[in-house]
Structure formats: structure tokens, C-alpha cells
């Protein structure tokens, strides 16, 4: 599989991972899923018995871009560079994902109050046969949430389909006393470990 000189695929649906790769000026084509991973049944994006949360990220980062690569053989798209990332939170050596419901969004922001969680990207990017991948591991302190500050964030909307219920973006960011690591990978895709990447692949030519 041969990449195109300039433009890469996202496989990705995450409106925040295309900012970002449009920020380092990187020409890409969203490769669509149908929809979240665990609705495309070759993407488990379930928690395997004993799995940590290193693992679980890396795991699934890497199924999406397999996924990816034979979404683009299915379609018989040309052939390119395509990119591929995940993001969970870790806490007390739980996997945190994303909210299924309102409740469950107010619940896991009860548990980030006040405390210190970590934020785990796993990039992957591939030429359809060769996979390299990079994690970005971040530490973000929340300093203590009321009920009224649980309610009127998820109530905004922002805290839906973010993993940990929140996006360091938007207006979770006066939740935020510190952080120690990647503002981007807490984002959703670190520019560091993904230019690095790129670099690796000969991007750009």
C-alpha cells in the first residue's frame, strides 16, 4: 500500500482530532466510521477481563486503524498514510470511557472532583502494512465540583461522547487546577507523538 505524498486518511469521527491536525497544517480526509467503535463489530472497544488502562488504549487505537486500512480496501479508496487515535482516563486504576447518559456523566464528574486523574492517547498510523504507534500519557487535576457545577456542565452538552465526560476545550477547562503533560493529548491527539509519526513515514514528502 503505497501512501499519497500529501494527504492522509483520520479515521476518526472526532471533530477535535481534525482541528488538531489542521492546526500542524496536515492535509487529511475523514475516514467515517458509522459510528462510535463499538457499533462497527470488527472494533471492540469493550474492557477485556484484566485489561489496565494502558493496554485498553493501545489496543483499541490499533484495532481502529486495522479497521481503518480495510475500510479503505472495502471502498477501493487510493491508497495513502492513515491515522488513527483513542483516549480513555484512567482513575484508581479504572477505565474511565464515555458517558452513556446524562447520569452517568454527573456521576463520573463526581468522581474527578477534586483529584487528580490520568488522560491516555495511544496514536497509531499506518501505510496498510507497516503499524507504528506512540501513547501520550497526561495528569489533569480537578479542583473540587459542585452539585450545581456538575449540573450546568452536563447540562451544556459538552460532556457527551468525551471520554471522562468532559473536554479540556471547552468550559471543563475552569474545572482544571493543573495539568502535567499534553494539552493536545488530553484533547484527543498529541502533536508531539503524532508529528514524530509523520516524520517517521517521510510525511510530508
Known sequence: MTPHPSMIYLASNSPRRRDLLKQIHVSFEPLLFRGPGREDHDINESVLPGEDVMHYVQRVAMAKAAGGVLRVRWRRLPQRLLLAADTTLGLDGEIIGKPDSDEHASEILRRLSGRTHQVL?????????????????????????????????????????????????????????????????????????????????????
Open 121 to 205: 492517547t495511544s496514536v497509531v498510523l499506518t501505510d496498510g502494512t507497516r503499524f507504528e504507534q506512540r501513547l501520550s500519557t497526561s495528569e489533569v487535576r480537578f479542583r473540587p465540583l459542585s452539585e450545581e457545577d456538575i449540573r450546568r456542565y452536563v447540562a451544556s452538552g459538552e460532556a457527551a461522547d468525551k471520554a471522562g465526560a468532559y473536554g479540556i476545550q471547552g468550559r471543563a477547562a475552569i474545572f482544571v487546577e493543573e495539568i502535567r503533560g499534553s494539552y493536545t493529548g488530553i484533547m484527543g491527539l498529541p502533536l508531539f507523538e503524532t508529528a514524530a509519526l509523520l516524520q517517521d513515514f517521510g510525511y510530508p514528502p
